[in-house]
C-alpha cells in the first residue's frame, strides 16, 4: 500500500534559527496537503499542493512539491515559539483514493 | 460556522466493552473521515464516509467499524476492547472526498481502555 515517510521525526531549534520537514511518498501523488497540530490540540489545515513543483509561501513558511509529485517540504524561516508543534503531511494517490499521513515532524523551539 | 464535533471528549471503558463514537460534521460537508492516534504513530486512517457509503478503509481489524447517517453525522463503533485501543480518535470531515479539499478536524476523543 502506499506510505508516505516524513524525516526528522523530531528537531529542537533555538527562536530564530530556520526548519525543514521532508515529505516522501512511495507512489505518485495527486496532491499533497500540510497539516500543523499544537500540543493538546488537532491538526489544522495548512495548505495543498498540487502542481509538480510547485512553491507556495505562507509568511516564514515555504511549501514546496517535488517535480516527481513524490516528495514535498515545509520549510520554516526564523522560527518563533509560536511555531511549536507537529507538522504532518498527507499525500493522496489517486490509485488508491486514499489520504494517507506521514507520522509528523515534532518541533520543539527554544526562547 | 459551527466546526467539527466530536463526542464525547474523553472515555474510560474496560477491555471487553464496546464504545460509540460520535461525530458531526460542519454544515454542508459530506465526507467524513476516522483516525486513530497514538504517540509515534501518527494518524492512522480508520475509514472514510462519503454520502453514507464507506469510500476507504484502513488496516484495521473488524472490530472497529463505522457508518454515516443522512445528515452526514458519522460514528465509528469498537467492540471487544482491547488495551491497545487506547488512543485519541479524531475525525475530519471536508466538503469534498478525502484529499481533494482541505479537512477540518475535531478536537478529539480520547478512549482510555483498562
Known amino acids: 500500500g502506499q506510505q508516505v515517510m516524513q524525516i526528522p521525526q523530531y528537531q529542537h531549534v533555538q527562536e530564530g534559527e530556520d526548519f525543514t520537514t521532508y515529505c516522501n511518498s512511495s507512489?505518485?501523488?495527486?496532491?499533497i496537503q500540510w497539516y500543523k497540530q499544537r500540543p493538546g490540540g488537532h491538526p489544522v489545515f495548512l495548505i495543498q499542493l498540487v502542481k509538480s513543483g510547485e512553491v507556495k509561501k505562507q509568511k516564514r513558511l515555504t511549501f514546496q512539491f517535488g517535480e516527481a509529485k513524490k516528495n514535498s517540504s515545509l520549510h520554516i524561516t526564523a522560527t518563533q515559539t509560536t511555531d511549536v508543534g507537529t507538522y504532518f503531511c498527507?499525500?493522496?494517490?489517486?490509485?488508491?483514493?486514499?489520504?494517507?499521513f506521514g507520522k509528523g515532524t515534532m518541533l520543539l523551539v527554544s526562547p | 460556522k459551527a466546526g467539527v464535533t466530536q463526542t464525547p471528549r474523553y472515555l474510560i471503558k474496560t477491555r471487553g466493552q464496546q464504545v460509540t463514537l460520535s461525530c458531526s460534521p460542519i454544515?454542508?460537508?459530506?465526507?467524513v473521515s476516522w483516525y486513530q492516534q497514538t504517540p509515534g504513530q501518527g494518524l492512522q486512517f480508520l475509514f472514510e464516509y462519503f454520502s453514507e457509503t464507506q469510500r476507504n478503509k484502513g488496516n484495521f481489524p473488524g472490530r472497529f467499524s463505522g457508518r454515516q447517517f443522512s445528515n452526514s453525522r458519522s460514528e465509528m463503533n469498537v467492540s471487544t476492547l482491547e488495551l491497545g485501543d487506547s488512543a485519541l480518535y479524531l475525525c475530519a470531515s471536508s466538503l469534498d472526498k478525502a484529499g481533494n479539499t482541505e479537512a477540518f478536524f475535531g478536537q478529539g476523543t480520547r478512549l482510555t481502555v483498562v
Open positions: 498527507a499525500g493522496l494517490n489517486s490509485g488508491y483514493s486514499t489520504l494517507t
Open positions: 507512489t505518485t501523488l495527486s496532491n
Open positions: 454544515s454542508g460537508h459530506r465526507s
